[in-house]
């Protein structure tokens, strides 16, 4: 997902979830920071590089591929961004292919309880960082946060879905390597990592191999995965992203407190509150454009009638350098890096306690 559905959207659910302006803000904002909070910004604020939740493209390139790297690698993109649905999941192959398969990502697994569980009672920015990973579920299943050939790879059979004048038909996606080219919908042309044959090669992390269409909520297709012993998926981007909204705000209900949710579930999507604005929010979701940051600030300022600020990268930056070394856990980034070194270290000992090597040891 991208900024328009873990900041924009993120605020509307928060605030439909029963949350005010300031603290929707604060929690759309812990949601969108989860994809800037590298290694070279923390070390830039003086902060500890272990509360890394995303690695900037300049640090993959240079990101060492020996076991010790390939852990860190790991540590981040699974813990924030390709959350494991199941880590004891049955499959063929060695102990070796089980370990990466076991990776695969996924909505509604025991690590997604557990994270919703983990920022219970704490900060906001807990709570958006929660929300980050949880949303990501939905848009990064089926895809490892681990760089794997063999889980990650795709190939020429990838097909669009479309529907033209109530009639389905589908193209063939044309994937190409320049990173300089936008992805063009209307074309069917999208950027993608260029093919590797080693299987720890960092283009082959993630979705990469399937560019960005993960992240456009738009989209629907039907692809064969590497690991699927040739049987088809279909992708349903538009239902995919509704149910991650609605569990949002169900899981945000939760966390706020909201004794009619009742027991936290992974299976529950608040469907009452998010009715009234299933039209505007599908109409948003089916909309084929590679940013819906504009129809989902229209949205949340309708919701809320307050303006939404833009996402501003250097907005606690100072707050957090300035403050004395005793203050820095109750500055907004303080609570942010607490509830990150929270979420890697359960993830990472989850990861481990199934006998997988991957992430390595928590430290």
């Known amino acids: 997902m991208q900024l328009d559905f873990h900041y924009y959207a993120t605020y509307c659910a928060a605030y439909l979830a029963g949350y005010s ?13 989860v994809d800037h909070c590298s290694k070279t910004l923390l070390r830039k604020i003086k902060a500890p590089v272990a509360a890394a939740t995303t690695q900037l493209q300049l640090e993959l390139m240079d990101a060492r591929t020996d076991v010790p ?3 860190d690698i790991t540590r981040i993109w699974a813990a924030f961004h390709f959350l494991p649905a199941d880590l004891h ?3 063929r192959g060695g102990r070796r292919y089980k370990s990466k398969y076991r990776l695969i990502c996924g909505p509604n697994g025991p690590l997604a309880a557990r994270t919703v569980k983990l920022a219970k009672g704490g900060s906001l920015q807990a709570a958006g960082l929660a929300m980050h990973v949880i949303a990501d579920t939905w848009a990064h299943r089926y895809f490892a946060g681990t ?11 990838f097909y669009e879905i479309l529907e033209e004048d109530g009639a389905p038909s589908e193209r063939r996606v044309m994937f190409r390597h320049n990173p300089g080219a936008p992805d063009d919908p209307e074309e069917g042309k999208y950027t993608n990592s260029v093919m590797q044959n080693s299987e720890s090669s960092i283009m082959n992390l993630g979705h990469g191999r ?6 456009y909520s738009f989209i629907k297709y039907r692809y064969l995965p590497a690991w699927g012993d040739y049987e088809e998926i279909v992708k349903d981007n538009p239902s ?3 149910h991650a909204f609605a569990q949002m705000v169900y899981a945000l ?3 706020r407190g909201d004794t009619a949710a009742g027991e936290f579930r992974t299976d529950a999507y608040d469907s009452a509150r998010v009715a009234p604005h299933i039209k505007t929010i599908r109409e948003i979701l089916v909309r ?4 819906a940051s504009a129809d989902w600030k229209a949205f949340a300022e309708q919701l809320s009638g307050r303006e939404i600020e833009d996402f501003a990268l250097g907005k606690y930056q100072e707050e957090y350098r300035n403050a004395p070394k005793d203050g820095k856990s109750s500055t907004f980034l303080g609570r942010f890096i607490e509830a990150a070194l929270l979420q890697k270290r359960m993830v990472t000992e989850e990861i481990s306690a199934a006998g997988i090597k991957l992430a390595g040891k928590w430290r």
């Open 21 to 33: 302006h300031e603290e929707s803000l604060d929690i759309c904002y812990s949601a969108q920071f």
């Open 69 to 71: 790297g390939l852990q």
């Open 89 to 91: 999941a049955s499959c």
């Open 147 to 157: 760089p794997s050939l063999v889980i990650n790879n795709t190939n020429y059979y």
């Open 210 to 215: 399937a560019g960005h269409l993960p992240d």
């Open 240 to 242: 995919d992203y509704m």
């Open 253 to 255: 209900r939760w966390l």
């Open 288 to 291: 084929r454009q590679i940013d």
